[in-house]
């Protein structure tokens, strides 16, 4: 074993890793290690806890979207066979290229929610511990607002985080505490509700348990709790109060204090662990109900965006300096053909993103989900000043990288070098952070000829050229992306080629970059699933021979050969379009100029990964590492392949920037595409992620045999930046403080501090920190609100340390919320002036119609959306004469569609359903006592209506959705735990 593994393993040692259930000694740690890393990741693969949990009430809720759209345009919809897989509710989504970001989507969710533990481990209103239930609620209700509010500003990432912080308390709720106990067979609907009864919760002085029989626990909850139905929870700590259950993990100090032996359900072990499947089955409809309430205020393709089951982002970022207005002419015309020839397809674009730039100024962001607001956006820009001196373009590209989606692809135009080229470092941690490509696109014909305005000194301008364009090829060779350098009038070309190539499914095969120029030989793989297969290559003055698995050679004076299918060449950017030959090709390149080479296809097949740390939380484990791995330690990695449940990989290697080097790792699966990736030590200079594998599906093993590269570098640090836990919300015209620590493993000295954000908010924080050698130090960035920020508003707050002399960075991301206070937590109201029909046995000759008068009550915050949830009538909507605060809806449809259930949603979200009904029989009201509609007029129809109006979650609805996405409280049989805490 290497000494990697074991100093790995000394580190679970010191933390304690509660998920083994053996003592563990040195000498078998010595002999074992490594097997107990990779025993303690199977464990966590087959017992996923939350994360299964989470993951299941997902797919559920997705598919629901799905095929709520696909019924509303008219097509069919087929429910995937069960079990559900990420891969498979994308295609029955009809969106299988999304299947990545719909992973990365699920995977945030689900590590937000584990690291709950790790920050909260003593807080029981996280875990509804200490009979904490209104503080439990409170952060339930609390993170739902920051969720809503965020998708409406389509700030999905910040959504995507906050839902899965409060998807743990809300999990926690149903094993934690006695509800499943007192017989209850649905989930507690009003923990995601304000202002309502959470149960009939046990007074602090009130006995709630007693010791268990020996090992038999079934019966140690009271008689009269059972009988009056009160609510309880476990307690955690030493400060027990007499007579209450404890929370008893086996390392929780309660389980020594009477009585002994608590209701934890967290495992079929645990002392209620007889209802553990019941808790766990309990969960899933719970969270499945909570994303049906955030699905109900974003409306389904907002609901879809967050789940990342959509296209990739079109972004644009563009000088708007008075020399270019040719190229925002030729970025209006490229745009137009894209957008008219991707709408209606899987590749159309999920949002348009837009950041104008010029000096001093920067912005707006335009996100927009509509092409033609995006069009317009682009067609009122004008190009005005400038002509003298830089421009504020990582400026501009530092707010398009926070308003993108990760993994994007954005383009930045240019012929002007950077004025803020202090915010190198911030853009390259945005970069690392979001796995976003990014491709300069620099015109002028002769890099930044504004220069020669600067001074008269040629020598001084070449340099200063040769730095500004390195710049940008720098953060170009980052991200994965080209610095292509072409005249004007060449450009609406070049961005034709790379734009019009660029797919949802598009893959990295290979990515190199030298600089200097050398000659090199590269390889790479083309696999069955691979089509049109493409490489790119910028530079000057660069030859190369191709040779295809079947050894057919073609150089590059050479653009009609038999490998080389079309071959375009704009100012230094070249593309081949390829062949597809399944197997081993060679590409020999030969310059003594700085050159890139990227080989691309379209494919299924991906990966996503994640550098790991050993957790210091109570549980032990493994944490994802937000920022740069370790240098100069081991490295462990966890990578998922995407997009195949038959790919199974076989290498993971560490292949450096500059071609000098590769660290192979020891790769062993864990389950689910899951795979841990332990490496003797982490390159010290930039790297980038090679991953090999075995496709099973494939006609021959030769042709199964795949490999795919990470597009955006990686380097390791010896630094480390983290961030005390900060609840990461404050209201316009607030100061949030953030406290942070900077620790290095290394010489020490003063480091130097920078903290940036998107939005331009006044911060405080030092310059600097002075640190002793393997030393650290804390202080605190001040960042304010100004009083007109929207609600709903992220903030993205990137915060840098840097070595004495500049050779060694760190930072640390963190996405904050900027929310007004939430008063309104009442849904919309319904009531019924009219309901007419005319309708006979011969319903296609007939129709009916209401009437419905929609409010938001005296202290709501108004309308925002009435749209049809049931129904495929013709609804109009109109506010009322003299009355803004009352919407009036207006339903009218055949008799032969007796039924209409309309959803609304109000300004923060809160969402309400009314549903009518003339059919002959009634069904029974499924509304709640207290918010009952006005009854009909008093000339009633001639057939009898329903009316259900009244919040979205009542009991018959909770149960038709139950129903509607297969879960049986009482029979399903889940193949995991749920968390400890």
Known sequence: MSAGSVALCLLLMQTGVYGFEIELGFEFVINFGIQLIIDFFRSEAANKKHEHITQRAILNTTLQACRALALADGKDFSFPPQPFTVESVAAACRAPKSSKRFHQTIKLIQRRNRLVDARHVSDPEYHFDNEKFAEGRRIITGGLAIVKASNKEMNFEAAREKLGEITHPLQDFYSHSNWVELGNTLPNTNLIRSGTSIGNLAALGKETCRNCDGDDCTNNILEDIKQEKILTSGYFGSSKPDGKCPASPRFDKSKEIEPKGGINKDKMTAEHGHLHTEAANMAVAATSELLEDIRGAAGDRTFLQMMGISGKALCFVIDTTGSMSDDIAAVRTVTSSIINSKVGTEDEPSVYILVPFNDPDFGPLTRTTDPNKFKNAINSLSATGGGDAPEMSLSGLQLALTGAPPNSEIFLFTDAAAKDSHLRSTVIALIERTKTVVNFMITGGGLFRRRRQIGNDQQQQSRLATSDAQLYRDLAQTSGGQTIEVTKSELPEAVSIITESSSSSLVTLLQAARSPGKADNFTFTVDESVKNLTVYITGRSVT????????????????????????????????LKLKTEVGLWQMKMVSTSPYTLKVVGESSIDFLFDFLEVSEGLFGGFDVIDNRPRAGSNGTLLLTVTGSTSATVTEVILVESSGSGNVNGNVTAIGGGDYLVVFNGVPSEQFVVLMKGQNSNSSSRSSGTFQRQSTSSIKASTLTVTVDDTNGVFAPGETLSVPFSVKTSGAGGNFTIQATNDRGFTSAFPSSLVLGTGGSANSTVNLTAPVNTTSGTDVTLTIEAESPGGADTNYLVLRLAVLKTVTDFTEPLCKLPSLQSNCTENCSLSTWKLS?????????????????????????????????????????????????????????????????????????SSQAPSQAPSQAPSQAPSQTPTAASVGSFSTKAVQSFLLCIGITILGLNLPFEMGIN
């Open 852 to 924: 419905v008068q929609v409010t938001d009550g005296a202290n709501g915050t108004g309308i925002d959306r009435v749209s049809l949830r049931q129904g495929n009538g013709t609804m109009n909507t109109s506010l009322a004469a003299g009355n803004e605060s009352i919407t009036l809806v207006s339903y009218t449809a055949s008799c032969c569609s007796p039924d209409v259930e309309l959803l609304i949603v109000d300004g923060v979200g809160n969402v309400g359903t009314c549903s009518y009904s003339v059919r002959q029989t009634s069904i029974n």
């Open 544 to 575: 190369f021979t191709l040779i295809s698995p079947s050894g057919v050679s073609q150089q590059s004076t050479n653009t009609t050969g038999s490998l080389i299918t079309a071959s375009q060449t704009v100012g230094n950017f070249k593309t």
